[in-house]
C-alpha cells in the first residue's frame, strides 16, 4: 500500500493509531483527536476533509501483519524531525483521553517513542504533562 501523507496528515495518523491500537476507539479518544485538530496551529488550514481517508487509512495498515511498522515509514517520511516530539505528545494525549491506557497502547506509544528518536527526559516531560491534562476526578 503506498500513500503519501502531508505533515499534517502524519500527525492525525500518529493519533488514529494511538486509538485504533486496541481495536476500538472509544468516543474520548475521538474526541479528543477532534479537539487537537481543531485547536493547534499545527493544523491551521487544514484541510478536514482528509481526516476520514486517514483513518481508513491507518485501520487498513492494521488489518496486515506489519501495519504498525508501515504507519511509522509513512510518518517518518511525511513528517519534519522537529514535530516528533509533538507527535508522541498527541499519541499521548489520546492513549490518556479515555482514562486508561492499556497494554496495547503503552507498546504502540513505546514504539513511537523509539522509532521517532524522543529522548528520555522529553518523553518523561510529555507523558506527565498528558497523564496532568488528562486526570478525572
Known amino acids: 500500500m503506498t500513500a ?28 479528543t483527536i ?14 478536514h476533509s482528509r481526516i476520514p481517508g486517514i483513518n481508513s487509512l491507518v485501520k ?36 490518556a483521553a479515555d482514562g486508561k491506557v492499556n497494554m496495547s497502547e503503552l507498546r504502540f506509544l513505546e514504539i513511537v517513542r523509539h522509532d521517532l528518536k524522543v529522548g528520555r527526559l522529553a518523553s518523561a516531560a510529555i507523558e506527565r504533562g498528558a497523564r496532568a491534562r488528562h486526570q478525572r476526578f
Open 4 to 31: 503519501v501523507l502531508s505533515p499534517q496528515d502524519a500527525l492525525i495518523a500518529v493519533m488514529v493509531g494511538t486509538s485504533v491500537v486496541d481495536a476500538k476507539q472509544s468516543d474520548a479518544e475521538l474526541l
Open 34 to 47: 477532534e479537539a487537537e485538530i481543531n485547536s493547534l496551529p499545527a493544523f491551521a488550514n487544514y484541510d
Open 60 to 95: 487498513d495498515l492494521f488489518d496486515e501483519d506489519d501495519g504498525i511498522d508501515a504507519l511509522i515509514g509513512l510518518v517518518q517520511e511525511a513528517l519534519p524531525e522537529r514535530f516528533n516530539e509533538t507527535a508522541y505528545a498527541l499519541a499521548c494525549d489520546i492513549a
